[in-house]
């Protein structure tokens, strides 16, 4: 035993100092030629607005050798003038030197760029190179972002003014219309809100779209347009429109309303989720306190509308893809909605599996047993109100107040019976709209979908939201 311990101790001291040896060996570097490659042959962002800076976009270098190399130089062709900026391996700057890639590895390169102001009004292309040497030799790829000059509104209170339309409007940290005052927006106007605001009503809001030329609203970060893809939409980008109880005469016409929905505070409160929010209507002038037409609500990810006993007229509408409720009325109100199609079938950015499309109430829960409660008036007629649930409509009322609601030419998705106190006519249960493409933001009707020719004539409605006019009888929905 003694004879093969001491055999087996000179055998471990050599096995150790091999060890040693061998990682003490420096792995060799790539001294010349090389090649690399790159993830992307352009790197791109999409509409970048001047001073706001851009979301991180990000390429891969690749080590094509079997042996370790290293990049002298990863830099900015335009050097401390360009308007971009790396980071490599968590370091920042125009030039990061002397970058080690393991052989068949790669690195990642991270770029944003912030845009100075220029006086054009239309977007612009801002350039730069990304260049990578190794061993004496360049490898090189575009950079290119396109610039938007813009109208800040900063945490604003605003008096009575028109916007124009020669470049869009950023909303940073919320804007307010004042009480008594009255902001109007005109045709082709461009709306990009921070995630973090919305625009308030205390006054009037009035937004003037056209059939040609409507007005969009949309959250500011449009890099997702770059690598999602343009009819995919994220849910959340912005807060969205909050119409205040003393708010009267809104009018909304020819507007989209895009990726709306997110929750956000105001004074230290958060806010609801919802693209457009409405007080109860305390004026009751007989006007509406809103009035929107040919316009859509499209991707929120909290509800679409949400009203607290108010007062709405909603014709040739569409409300898509909503997280929430596309439609929520609580605590009764006065309500008319025609030609709208609503519903949500859900997607890889938002779910659907609870919320329904759409819910009427003449009160509001308060816990568990409690609710307040005020009297309910609603006209909806002419609605596809669809989705991917068994059951897309809650209609519900208590004998506090007066519940009317009348339900004509509809046609809805529903497992459970159309409560009594709900006044019907030649509505159409459970058939398939046949949407050309809901996953595609295509609801228009197919050939042979029921709800072609099963809607009635609505005074003044002869057209529908793309300005076609409307047959006799006319489509059910915002499409004819």
């Known amino acids: 035993m003694k004879r093969l311990r001491s055999w087996l101790f000179p055998l471990a001291i050599l096995v150790l100092v091999i060890a040693l040896s061998s990682s003490c060996r420096k792995e060799k570097f790539l001294t010349s030629g090389g090649e690399i490659a790159f993830s992307l042959d352009t790197l791109t962002f999409d509409t970048v607005f001047t001073q706001q800076g851009s979301a991180t976009r990000s390429i891969r270098i690749f080590n094509k050798q079997k042996d370790k190399i290293l990049l002298s130089s990863i830099r900015l062709?335009?050097?401390?003038?360009?308007?971009?900026r790396l980071n490599v391996n968590g370091q920042p700057g125009k030039e990061i030197k002397d970058v080690e890639i393991a052989g068949n590895d790669s690195v990642w390169v991270f770029a944003a760029v912030t845009i100075d102001p220029t006086n054009e009004n239309d977007p612009f292309i801002v350039g730069d190179d990304l260049v990578v040497t190794l061993n004496g030799r360049d490898f090189t790829i575009p950079l290119m972002a396109y610039g938007q000059n813009a109208h800040y509104i900063r945490d604003s209170v605003l008096q009575t003014q028109t916007w124009l339309n020669d470049k869009p409007y950023v909303i940073l940290h919320n804007?307010?219309?004042?009480?008594?005052?009255?902001?109007?927006?005109?045709?082709?106007?461009?709306?990009?809100?921070h995630r973090d605001s919305r625009l308030y009503v205390l006054g009037t809001l009035k937004i003037n779209g056209t059939a040609t030329d409507s007005v969009t609203f949309l959250g500011d970060r449009l890099d997702p347009l770059v690598w999602i893809g343009d009819y995919i939409d994220i849910p959340g980008q912005w807060g969205g429109l909050y119409f205040f109880k003393q708010s009267y005469g809104n009018v909304i016409s020819h507007t989209v309303f895009k990726n709306g929905g997110a929750v956000t505070s105001l004074n230290g409160q958060p806010v609801q989720g919802a693209t457009i929010q409405i007080d109860p209507d305390t004026v009751k002038n007989g006007t509406p306190k809103l009035t929107i037409t040919?316009?859509?609500?499209?991707?929120?990810?909290?509800y679409g509308i949400l009203a607290f006993n108010s007062s709405l007229q909603a014709d040739n509408c569409r409300i898509t893809e909503?997280?929430?409720?596309?439609?929520?009325?609580?605590?009764?109100?006065?309500?008319?909605?025609?030609?709208c199609t609503i519903g949500t079938y859900g997607s890889a950015y938002l779910s659907h599996s609870e919320n329904l499309s759409m819910a009427v109430l003449n009160y509001r829960p308060t816990g568990q047993t409690t609710y307040v409660s005020a009297p309910l008036t609603a006209d909806i007629r002419n609605c596809i109100i669809y989705g991917s649930l068994t059951d897309e409509v809650f209609f519900d009322a208590k004998q506090d107040n007066p519940a009317n609601l009348t339900l004509a030419n509809c046609l809805l998705r529903s497992s459970e019976p159309i409560p009594a106190f709900v006044t019907q006519s030649s509505n159409k249960i459970n058939q398939d709209p046949l949407f050309v493409d809901y996953s595609k933001v295509n609801y228009r009707l197919q050939e042979g979908s029921p709800a072609r020719a099963a809607g009635v004539a609505v005074p003044g409605l002869t057209v529908d939201i793309e300005g076609k006019p409307r047959a006799n009888p006319p489509s059910i929905g915002c499409y004819e």
């Open 77 to 84: 062709g335009k050097g401390e003038k360009s308007p971009y």
């Open 175 to 193: 804007a307010l219309v004042a009480e008594g005052q009255t902001l109007t927006i005109p045709a082709g106007a461009r709306i990009y809100v």
């Open 294 to 302: 040919n316009s859509v609500i499209h991707s929120s990810l909290g």
């Open 322 to 339: 909503c997280g929430g409720e596309n439609v929520m009325f609580f605590e009764g109100g006065n309500y008319k909605l025609r030609f």
